[in-house]
Each structure stands twice: as structure tokens, then as C-alpha cells.
């Protein structure tokens, strides 16, 4: 080691970044949206460009509750936020709780949907360009519920464990980055596939 | 000179222009190219000069003097450049709109070109007759000229029709409709070819355009609409019903069809082996689609979208095996005996 | 050292070797393995990516001698297919992103002052999913029609059309291969990009704010940013293409009303900014360098990072300019022709600022520097047959035409590699602690020049005399044979220096003179520590007060940090 010493400049105001965790959330909802956006753009392409059976206009219903549970499933986690921010780790927990068990009810109601789609009206992934998109785009909402879920799940042991601290509210709050970001697209899905394309 | 000297090299030389949407294009080509030719000669000859004015010497060891920007050049190459693209633009614009959104004369002839993997179909509407892979159009200017107006699509994979000398290329495209327009100046054979890439022979799915005088053109339409000369003993429709039912191939003795070699027993042949599911030839129980159309075969100078020349034994060595001449296509060896094959060779030999 | 000097590590011998040199073959590999490390990862990142681009150039070299002479058989259709399309794709995604990737992570941190980057473990995770994906890649030779020795590779093109590309027309599983291995490339890229975004908005070293940031790590920035918004739109079309080959969904099925203009849009939505992705680090590599070597500060620092942000928005919107004789409408082909023209107002701000930056200054022509100046012409040629391209109607006739191989292997080989070859002279010894010979450096230099000029000068020219891409072969009558024999023979001559450059690298690691700390007097903070770093990179957290820190330690009577 060599022997110089830096004279470090002076400099008077704290030198200051942003925090990580938040630019590499944002950096991951930025590509997320984009492939959403081609999702979207071939659900909106294809819309009536159908040679068969069945149209959205015959089977598909309006998911009111589902939409109802998610959306305010983003102001559970608000809620949760806030709570470990000021150190109330059991309102923490609870709201955490309350938060997931709304994406469950979600994610119950979008199986439901499909089991009728697909036992009843007979619309599989393969039946027509509507089936391939539908099936896509939903499903590959779904599937960011899931690991939504799976996510906080971890957090929600650790919690129950005791192991998450006031402290790690920093954390929190890119994952609930994330949530946010999945119902967000929730409300484009919604009005794309059941406004728009019914 | 350049277009002049490039179309002495090469037959498919986008300078040597034929036709009115390539002319135009040519002559923004050069509009283009004299602005590029500029902006090169500008920046390389400052490039040049700095490098040899501004190269270190090696007595010379101090820094230069350290410069950071300048407000005003830098505002100066951001204008001069947005003032060059919008000239570029407005000349291309021109053009663009004057091709593309050309009406159409209701004199123009209407084809519908079908791009298939590896070979062409082209449909006359207007006189109801079909072709392949060798386009007849006639001449499009002067006096007696008539536009073509070609409708474009495919029917399986992308393609796209591109013949240099007579214009731009358009894409056919599955489940679509493009269109292009020609109007050719004088007659004479142009060459082209597939230019998107469909698969494994997209390099030999050619493309020949003969452009005719109008009276050559009102023949060829002619001959085109005559059926099928029916050949003596009236026709082949007798006895291909069995040979249908068991498709096997027949070897050569005791060949119910007989085993003289002339078109007669090729047509019999013919139509009893699977050829008839891909290829028509109209007034016969041929009428397949997926092949190109038999039924003027030898009105075409060459076979397999331009692959060779129709000869004789040309034809006869691509029914014996097509991928010997354009491996990967989509015509199978039919396994024909020596024979089968010279009698088949007889018969299309008759379909003028 | 006297006061405000970067304390320098001590670390004896040159090379890795040093780093990895305390334990067995088998510990030596695993310490590679198991790394983290910025640094060991960039190396292995541009070790893997040159492996490649001798795989990618020896399959270019068979289809050149399968075109050098009208109606060859060397290859067969199916192989040549094959052949331009495992080229294409592995120049493209394994050796251009790759190698990039990789001056990306070991330069970064060093350049912003930083002991890693933001995220080392996904760091690495992201390295082995992009290497996996030339595994999978390279697999389809043997495993494309299952593993019963009937061994292929995709043959559809890099851009892969549909509906070519479904069951139909493709059985097998070489597009499955294809598709897998793009989807694996694809998360290591976005997940490299979200790690470069994340070091440099809060990694930097005290003192750089973001306007004296390197141009570089600027132009990373920028590229990741693009990569995310560009790679993503890729992932979700080979997601498409998947679901209709497993699953039988029809988004590019025709037969069932699918389209097959969508995928083109998708696959070039991603396929324009991608180009753009490979193009803006290298701007980086120029921007570092070019003023190295003349001895002057970057001209017009704050236009450089505009017109980097302007590029990467501009290129969102031009994508359809590789579709214009797919029968859009007229208005369409003009708004495209306009946004992709527009493009070169802010590429134009940038190669006169690095003229700025050579005029006036006392410019030295040692190896990286030499091509530099090689990468400054050249582009701007690539640039203007661009601008050619870009003029719709004209592209009616030059669209794939060998004109636009000729356009963009100018980028691509005379931009982008003349440019990789600058840097990676430029920063070997930095990472080997050794000197690249400058003798063979020339060699190559002058070697790879001709070969360039000659292969792809020459191409333009049968483009115009109507060949067009992916030709397997060509007939006699068309006037293409002489020069495509040229053309066929420069690239061998690019071989050569190919050779050279990689036998310098290996020579060089053995037997190059010691370089030190800064052997080429520059000023951005890596050179101010040891060649190579240490795995702690600094030994003191650095600190700057201007963007050339160790100009104004070595200049003290005349500091940057006066300016700001
Ligand atoms: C790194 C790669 C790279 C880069 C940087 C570029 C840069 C540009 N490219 Fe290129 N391009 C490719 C890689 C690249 N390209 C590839 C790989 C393909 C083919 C893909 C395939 O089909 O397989 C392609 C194809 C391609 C096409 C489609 C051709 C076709 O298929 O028919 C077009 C059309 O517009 C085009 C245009 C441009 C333009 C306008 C630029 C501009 O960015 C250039 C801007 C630069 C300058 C103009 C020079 C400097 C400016 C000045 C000195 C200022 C003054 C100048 C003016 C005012 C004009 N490119
Ligand atoms: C970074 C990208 C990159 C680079 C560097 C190159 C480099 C080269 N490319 Fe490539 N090319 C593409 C990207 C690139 N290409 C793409 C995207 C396509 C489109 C694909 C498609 O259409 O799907 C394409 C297509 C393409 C074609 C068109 C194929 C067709 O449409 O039919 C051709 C034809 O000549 C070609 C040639 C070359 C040559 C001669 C080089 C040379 O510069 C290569 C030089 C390097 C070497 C030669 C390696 C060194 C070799 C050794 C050290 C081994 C020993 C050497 C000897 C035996 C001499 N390329
Ligand atoms: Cu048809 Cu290429
Ligand atoms: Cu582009």
C-alpha cells in the first residue's frame, strides 16, 4: 500500500445517491411494460381478425370482484409501508397478510375464469387467434402475480419469524414497487381484454 | 455513364431503368447520392487535414491548449444537418407519393401474382387464364402502351417481386394484398428474382418477365386460353379411376396403360401418378394447385421458375429428380421407371 | 506521490496469472466460476464473445467461397441457410453484445470510482445465462432434428420471419433452439442492464455527479436503457413463437388468420434500437479515446450526452424503415423515412465534436488510436448508405439487396469491430498489466483495413446491380462473379488479421512489456490504479472534482475543475 495520502476535496454537502433497489425495480417495470406493450398491441391487433369461434362477446364476463380485490390490494401494501416505516411491525404484518390473501382471491378468480373458459365454452389456448391471445396475455399477468405472491410470501415468513425490522422498510418498499407496477397493468389488461375487446 | 456502363455489366442493374416507377426512383437515387457524395468529400477531406496538420511531433512534449466546446460551431452542425434532411426528405416524399399513390388507368392490365415456395403463379382475370413462373406483360408507354397493375400476395411463406429494371420491389405476404405498378418501355426479356427469403431454394426462385408488343401479347394471351389440344383416342379420362385407387407406381411390364412412348400413354402415366394432386392441366382430371400449371408448359422457355431451359432432357432429368437442379424444393422424386418418365416427358411435350 | 495523488495498490507480477496463481488448475478454474467479480466477469464475458467471433467469422468464410464464383456447390442450400443465419445471430448476440457486455462491467466501476457493481451476484447470474445461450444455440448442429445424427441449425435468418418460422414450414426443433437461446440471452441482457443502470445512477465515487461521469459510462447507461426497452419486445415475440410451436396458439399463423406483418414489426421494433445498442457503447470507447490521443478534453461534452439520449429516443420510432416494400401506406413510409433521416442530426453532433476534438490537439498514432481513425471514416460511410437506405422509394430497389449487407456490415465490421479492436488494445494492459505488441498491432491494423475496404467497398456494388441477400448461389449471365471473388478474398484477408490480433492477445499475456498504472498518460480514474486492479479495485475510495481527475493531478497549474 502506497504511503500517499488523498487530500480529499472539500466538498460541504453530503454526497448523496439514489438508492439501488429502487433504480433496479424501476429499470425491471421498465422492461416489464414493454413486453406487456407487445402482449397488448397483438391482443389489440387480432381483436375480430377471427375465422371461428367462440368471440370474447360470448363468453367472457366482466371479473368486477377480482378487479375490486387486486386494486385495493395496492392500498393494503400502502398501508403495510407506511406501518413499517414507523415501526409498527404488527400492523405490518397484518396488512401484508391482507395484501396477499386479495392476490390469492385474485389469482382464485382468474383460475375460475379459465376452468369455466375452458370446460364449459371449450376455448383453449389453440382453439382461435382469441384463445392465443387471451390465454397470453392474462396468463402472463397471472403468472406476475405469482411471483408477486411468492415474493412477499418470503417476506411474510421472515416476518411471522420476526426477522423483518424497521429497518428493512427500504426493502419493502421496492417489492410493494413492484405490486404496484402489477396492478397497474391489471387496469390495462382489464380495459384492453374485457372494455375494449368485448 | 455509371447507369449506362452498369447495364452493360449486369442485366439486373437498378440504374439501367425500364419502366416509370424506376425511373423515377433512379433519379432521386442520384439526387441522393450527389448530397451523400458531398457530406462525405466535406467531412473526410476535414478528417484528413486534421489528422496530418494536427499529428504530434516528437520534439514537442508539452499538452496543447485544452479546448471544451463552442456554443456557436456546434449549434451551426446541428442546423446545417436538419436543413440537409429536410431536402432529403421533401425529394423523397415527391417521389414516394407519386409512385405509390399512382391511380389506376382503367385501361391497365390486372394480374394477380401468387408467390409459392419457390415458384410463381400468375392469374389474368380479365381473360381467366392462369400462368406460372414466366410473366407476360405488354409494353406500357407510348401510344399503344398499357399499364400492368400487379396484385400481390402468397400462399405460404413471405416473398417479394423484384425485377431491378422495371421497379422496386413489394412483399407477397400471406392472409394480404400488395400492390405495384409497371409500365415498360420497350420489349424485351427482364430478369429477377424472389428477394425475401422463403426457405431453402429462395435463391433459384427466378423470375423472367417477357414484355410484349400489344400483338404479341393479344397471341400469347390467345394460346394461353386455348385448352388443352386433346390427343387422339379422346382424352385420358377412361381407366385413371382405378389406377387412382391403388397410386402405387406401376412398373413398366404389364402396365395396363400400355407401354408404347408417346404422349397417349404419358398422359395415362400422367394422371395416374400423384402428379395430378399438385399440378392441373386444365380440361383433364389435373387439378392440383400445388404445383405450378401444366397446361402451356411448353409455351415457358424454362422450367422451375427459371432454373433451366425447357428442353427435352432437361424436363425429363427434373421429373427423375428435382433436387438434382434445386435440392430442397418442394416437387419429390416420383420414383418414376425410366420408362414412366419418357413417356410422361412425351406428353407434357404436347402441352403447348 | 505528493499531495492529491490516487495512492496506488502495490501488487507485484503482471497478468491474472498473479490473481489466480496461488492454487491449483482446478482451484484456478473454480475461483472463474464461482466469481463475482466485475472484473473476472468482463474478461470472461470478452474471452467468450472472441471465441465466437472466430466461430461467426469462419461460418461468414464458407459462404464467401460458396459465393466467390457463380453456381458453386460447395455448400448445400440447406447448410448456407444455416450458415448466414447461426452467423448473423451469433454475431449479433454473442459477440457484439457479449463483448460489449464485457467492456461494460470491468470498465464501468473502475471508471466511476466504484469497488463493483451495484448487483455482483446478479452480476454474475447474468453472465452464465447469456453464455448458456450459445450452448443452446450451438447445440441445434447436433441436437436441431433430436439427437439422431441428424444434426442442423436454424435456417431462417437472424430476423426469422414469419410465418416461415411456425410448425409448418419449420418442423423440427432448430427454431426452438433459436428461440430458447435468444430468450436466455435476453434475460442476461436485461439483467446486465439493470445492474450498469443501477451502478452508475448509485455507485459513483464522491464528487462525480452525473455530468462528470465519463462519456462512457454515460453511453452504457443510455444502451441499457435501450436494451430494456428494446430486448424486452424480442422476449415477448419469441414468447409468441413459442406458444405456437408447443402450445399451437396461432400470433403468426396465417392459415388461421394470424399475420405475418406483426411479427416483422415485433421483430424489428426490437431490431432497429438493437442495432443502436451495439452502436452507443462504442461511442463511448471513441469518446475515451480519441481524446486520449490528441491530448484534448472532449469537445462539447454536454452535446455528446444530448445527442447519446436523442439517439436512443430517435430509434424508437424508425423501426419500420427495414419494412418499407411490405406494403405499408404511403403516408407511413414517408413518416418513417423522416423519423429514420432525422436520426443522423444528432449522430452528425457527434462525429463533429470528435473532429473538434482532434483539431488543434497533438494527435498520436499508436494501435488503439489507429483504429479510432479507421471507426471515424468508416462509420461515416456506414452513416451515409444509411441515409441512402432511409429514402423509402430508393430502398424499394436497395432493400435486401447485398447493398444493405454492405450497409451494415460497414457498422457493423467497420464500425463496431474496428472499434472493439481500438479498445481492447486501448485497456489489455490495464487488464493484463501487459503491453499488446505495437508491431503485429500494425500488422493487423493494415491487414484488417484492405480486407475491410476490399470486401465490403466491393459489396455495395453488386446490391446495385440487383443481388439480393441470402442467395446461395447466383447465375452466370448476371455480371456478379468477379467481384464477388474479390469480395470472398478480402475477407480471408480479414481473417489473417483476425488471426494476428487474437496471437498478439495470447503473446502479449506471456511476453508484453510491463505496462503500469497509466502507460498511455490519460486521465480517467481507472489508470489511477494498479494494471491490473486489485479485487477491491482502489485502494483509497476515490474522490473528483472534475470529469479528468488525473488531468488535474498532473496538470495542476492548469485544472479541469478551474472550468466547471
Ligand atoms: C450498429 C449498427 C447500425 C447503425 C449504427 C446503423 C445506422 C443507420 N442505419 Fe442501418 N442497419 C443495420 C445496422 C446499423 N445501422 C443493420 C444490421 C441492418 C440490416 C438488418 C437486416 O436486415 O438484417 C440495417 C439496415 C438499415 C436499413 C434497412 C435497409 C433495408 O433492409 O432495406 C435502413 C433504412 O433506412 C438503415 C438506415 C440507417 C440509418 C439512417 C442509420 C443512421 O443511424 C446513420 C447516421 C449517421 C450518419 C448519417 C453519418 C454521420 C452524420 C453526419 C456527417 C451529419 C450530416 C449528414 C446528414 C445530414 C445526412 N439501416
Ligand atoms: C457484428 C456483426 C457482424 C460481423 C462482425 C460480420 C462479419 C462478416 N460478415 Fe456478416 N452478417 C451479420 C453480422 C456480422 N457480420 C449479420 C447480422 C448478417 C445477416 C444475417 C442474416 O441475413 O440472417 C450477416 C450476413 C452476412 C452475409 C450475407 C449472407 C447472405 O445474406 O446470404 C455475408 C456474405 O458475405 C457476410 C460476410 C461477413 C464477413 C466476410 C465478415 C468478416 O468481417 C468476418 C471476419 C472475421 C473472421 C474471418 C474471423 C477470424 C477467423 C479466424 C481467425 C479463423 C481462421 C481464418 C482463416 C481461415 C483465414 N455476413
Ligand atoms: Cu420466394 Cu424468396
Ligand atoms: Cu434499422
Not at chain 2, 422450367?303 to 427435352?312: D, F, G, I, K
Amino acid at each position: 500500500m502506497s504511503t500517499a495520502t488523498l487530500q480529499p476535496v472539500e466538498t460541504e454537502q453530503e454526497w448523496r445517491l439514489p438508492s439501488r433497489g429502487v433504480i433496479a425495480m424501476t429499470s425491471l417495470i421498465i422492461a416489464e411494460s414493454a413486453i406487456f406493450t407487445i402482449f397488448v398491441v397483438a391482443y389489440l391487433y387480432y381483436i375480430g381478425r377471427d375465422v371461428s369461434g367462440p368471440t370474447p362477446k360470448q363468453v367472457l364476463e366482466l371479473p368486477i370482484f377480482n378487479t375490486v380485490c387486486l386494486l385495493s390490494s395496492s392500498l393494503f401494501i400502502v398501508l403495510a409501508e407506511r406501518a413499517i416505516e414507523h415501526g409498527k411491525m404488527v400492523a405490518f404484518r397484518i396488512w401484508w397478510l391482507v395484501t396477499m390473501a386479495l392476490g390469492i382471491i385474485f389469482l382464485y378468480g382468474t383460475g375460475a375464469e379459465w376452468y369455466k373458459l375452458i370446460v364449459k365454452d371449450h376455448l383453449t389456448i389453440s382453439t382461435n387467434l382469441f384463445g392465443t391471445t387471451f390465454y397470453s396475455l392474462v396468463g402472463l399477468h397471472a403468472s406476475h402475480v405469482i411471483v408477486g405472491l411468492l415474493m412477499m410470501l418470503v417476506v411474510a415468513v421472515f416476518s411471522l419469524l420476526g426477522k423483518v425490522k424497521p429497518q428493512h422498510a427500504e426493502r419493502v418498499k421496492v417489492l410493494a414497487l413492484y405490486w404496484h407496477f402489477v396492478d397497474a397493468v391489471w387496469v390495462v389488461v382489464f380495459t384492453v381484454v374485457y372494455v375494449v375487446g368485448r | 455513364m455509371l447507369p449506362r456502363t452498369a447495364a452493360a455489366f449486369s442485366p439486373t442493374s437498378i440504374f439501367s431503368t425500364q419502366s416509370t416507377p424506376a425511373r423515377q426512383v433512379n433519379e432521386l437515387s442520384f439526387f441522393v447520392l450527389g448530397i451523400s457524395a458531398a457530406i462525405f468529400l466535406a467531412v473526410s477531406l476535414l478528417l484528413a487535414y486534421a489528422l496530418v496538420k494536427f499529428r504530434a511531433r516528437s520534439t514537442d512534449t508539452a499538452e496543447p491548449p485544452q479546448v471544451f466546446g463552442s456554443t456557436q460551431i456546434e449549434l451551426s452542425w446541428t442546423i446545417i444537418p436538419i436543413l440537409i434532411v429536410t431536402v432529403l426528405f421533401l425529394g423523397t416524399a415527391r417521389v414516394l407519393f407519386s409512385v405509390q399513390d399512382m391511380p389506376k388507368p382503367a385501361s391497365a392490365l390486372d394480374v394477380t401474382a401468387v408467390g409459392h415456395q419457390y415458384w410463381w403463379e400468375f392469374r389474368y382475370p380479365q381473360y381467366n387464364i392462369t400462368a406460372a413462373n414466366e410473366l407476360h406483360i405488354p409494353v406500357g408507354q407510348g401510344t399503344t402502351g398499357r399499364t400492368t397493375f400487379l396484385k400481390l400476395t402468397s400462399a405460404d411463406v413471405i416473398h417479394s417481386f423484384w425485377i431491378p429494371q422495371l421497379g422496386g420491389k413489394t412483399d407477397m405476404l400471406p392472409n394480404r394484398v400488395n400492390e405495384m405498378w409497371l409500365d415498360p418501355k420497350t420489349p424485351g426479356v427482364y430478369l429477377g428474382q424472389c428477394a425475401q427469403f422463403c426457405g431453402a431454394q429462395h435463391a433459384k426462385m427466378l423470375l423472367t418477365v417477357y414484355v410484349d408488343t400489344p400483338e404479341q401479347f393479344a397471341s400469347w394471351i390467345a394460346a394461353q386460353q386455348k385448352p388443352v389440344a386433346e390427343l387422339a383416342n379422346g382424352g385420358a379420362a377412361a381407366g385413371a379411376g382405378p389406377a387412382l385407387a391403388s397410386p402405387v407406381p406401376v412398373a413398366g411390364a404389364g402396365n395396363p396403360a400400355g407401354d408404347a412412348i408417346d404422349a397417349l400413354t404419358g398422359q395415362k402415366v400422367f394422371e395416374q401418378q400423384a402428379c395430378i394432386n399438385c399440378h392441373a392441366v386444365s380440361g383433364t382430371m389435373a387439378n392440383g394447385r400445388f404445383g405450378p400449371d401444366l397446361t402451356h408448359l411448353m409455351s415457358r422457355k424454362s422450367l422451375a421458375s427459371c432454373a433451366m431451359a425447357n428442353t427435352p432432357e432437361n424436363l425429363k432429368a427434373w421429373i427423375a429428380d428435382p433436387s438434382q437442379f434445386k435440392p430442397g424444393c418442394l416437387m419429390p422424386a416420383m420414383h418414376l421407371t425410366d420408362r414412366q418418365n419418357a413417356q410422361i416427358t412425351a406428353y407434357l411435350q404436347t402441352l403447348k | 506521490m505528493g499531495e492529491g495523488t490516487f495512492p496506488i495498490p502495490h501488487e507485484t507480477g503482471a497478468g491474472i496469472a498473479a490473481a489466480g496463481g496461488k492454487g491449483t488448475y482446478l482451484e484456478v478454474i473454480h475461483s472463474w466460476i464461482v466469481t463475482v467479480d466485475h472484473k473476472k466477469l468482463g474478461i470472461m464475458y470478452i474471452v467468450y464473445a472472441l471465441l465466437f467471433l472466430v466461430v461467426a467469422g469462419v461460418e461468414a468464410l464458407l459462404m464467401r467461397i460458396q459465393l466467390a464464383a457463380p453456381n458453386l456447390t460447395f455448400l448445400s442450400p440447406q447448410t448456407f441457410n444455416r450458415m448466414f443465419t447461426m452467423h448473423g445471430t451469433t454475431m449479433v448476440f454473442l459477440v457484439g453484445m457479449m463483448i460489449l457486455f464485457g467492456l461494460g462491467n470491468y470498465l464501468i466501476p473502475l471508471m466511476i470510482g466504484a469497488r463493483d457493481m451495484a448487483f455482483p451476484r446478479l452480476n454474475a447470474f447474468s453472465f452464465w445465462m447469456s453464455a448458456l445461450a450459445g450452448v443452446f444455440l450451438y447445440f441445434s448442429f447436433i441436437g436441431g432434428n433430436g439427437l439422431a445424427g441428424t444434426g442442423t441449425a436454424p435456417d431462417v435468418g437472424w430476423f426469422a420471419y414469419a410465418p416461415l418460422t411456425e410448425r409448418a414450414f419449420s418442423p423440427g426443433h432448430t427454431i426452438d433452439y433459436w428461440t430458447v437461446s435468444l430468450l436466455a440471452n435476453g434475460i442476461g441482457s436485461i439483467g446486465t442492464s439493470i445492474n450498469i443502470l443501477a451502478t452508475v445512477f448509485c455507485m459513483r465515487c464522491k464528487g462525480m455527479t452525473l455530468l462528470r461521469m465519463p462519456l462512457l459510462a454515460w453511453l452504457y447507461a443510455t444502451m441499457s436503457f435501450l436494451t430494456l426497452v428494446t430486448i424486452s419486445p424480442l422476449t415477448a415475440a419469441q414468447a409468441m413463437l413459442m406458444i405456437d410451436r408447443y402450445l399451437g396458439g396461432h400470433f403468426f399463423d396465417t392459415q388461421a388468420g394470424g399475420s405475418a406483418i406483426l411479427w416483422a414489426h415485433f421483430f424489428w421494433i426490437f431490431g432497429h434500437p438493437e442495432v443502436y445498442v451495439l452502436v452507443l457503447p462504442v461511442f463511448g470507447m471513441v469518446s475515451e479515446i480519441i481524446p486520449v490521443f490528441s491530448r484534448k478534453a472532449i469537445f462539447g461534452y454536454p452535446a455528446m450526452v444530448a445527442a447519446s439520449v436523442c439517439i436512443a429516443f430517435i430509434s424508437l420510432g424508425v423501426w419500420a424503415h427495414h419494412m418499407f416494400t411490405i406494403g405499408m401506406t404511403s403516408v407511413g413510409n414517408a413518416f418513417f423515412t423522416l423519423s429514420t433521416m432525422l436520426v443522423s442530426v444528432p449522430t452528425g453532433i457527434k462525429i463533429f465534436n470528435w473532429l473538434a476534438t482532434l483539431w488543434g490537439g497533438k494527435i498520436r498514432f499508436q494501435s488503439p488510436m489507429l483504429f479510432a481513425i479507421g471507426f471515424l471514416f468508416q462509420f461515416l460511410i456506414a452513416g451515409l448508405t444509411g441515409i441512402m437506405l432511409s429514402v423509402s422509394a430508393w430502398d424499394w430497389q436497395l432493400h435486401n439487396s447485398y447493398f444493405v449487407v454492405a450497409h451494415f456490415h460497414y457498422v457493423l465490421v467497420g464500425g463496431i469491430v474496428f472499434m472493439l479492436f481500438s479498445a481492447l488494445y486501448y485497456w489489455y494492459p490495464k487488464m493484463t498489466g501487459r503491453m499488446m505488441s505495437e508491431g503485429l498491432a500494425k500488422w493487423h491494423f493494415w491487414l484488417m483495413l484492405s480486407g475491410f475496404h476490399m470486401t465490403f467497398d466491393l459489396m455495395h456494388i453488386p446490391g446495385l446491380l440487383g443481388m439480393p441477400r441470402w442467395i446461395y448461389t447466383y447465375e452466370a449471365n448476371r455480371g456478379w462473379g468477379t467481384l464477388n471473388m474479390l469480395v470472398s478474398i478480402g475477407g480471408f484477408i480479414q481473417g489473417v488479421a483476425v488471426l494476428i490480433f487474437v496471437y498478439n492477445m495470447v503473446r502479449s499475456y506471456f511476453k508484453g512489456a510491463i505496462a503500469g498504472p497509466d502507460p498511455w498518460d490519460a486521465w480517467t480514474l481507472e489508470w489511477s490504479t494498479a494494471s491490473p486492479p486489485p479485487a477491491y479495485n482502489f485502494a483509497v475510495d476515490p474522490e473528483v472534482g472534475s470529469r479528468r481527475p488525473l488531468w488535474d493531478i498532473k496538470h495542476p497549474e492548469d485544472m479541469d475543475s478551474a472550468f466547471e
